[in-house]
């Protein structure tokens, strides 16, 4: 065999090797958020649609349970989110975090992923 033969048919090799991790990756992570994937502070990188938001509305009601202080020129002042109307848009936060790497050209979903 010669080292142009050799060579191509390495390079082949390689390509068909991104492909079958890239159809892997996508297969295993169907329908879940990828990896590294945070809101605000919560990782939900692996989880599925129900699991992300299982965790983000504990959470958020953790917080509702807990109250925020905020201090102003050493001022303290502890409240609940429903003193400040606070809305959570879970859903939204979930489809954004869903669309991040599967949607777009093959070539694109890739580059996020490496």
Known sequence: MTFRRSRIISSLAF???IIAVFGV????YAGKVLPGVHVGVLSIGGLNRVEASQTITEHIASLQRQGITIVVEGRSES???????LEVP???MIDRAMALGHQGAWYRQLAIRL
């Not at 990756?25 to 295993?28: I, N």
Request: glycine share 0%; charged share 25%.
């Open 15 to 17: 390509i068909a090797i």
């Open 25 to 28: 990756y996508t297969a295993v």
């Open 90 to 92: 879970v859903d939204d």
């Open 79 to 85: 409240i609940t989110l429903d003193d400040i109307s």
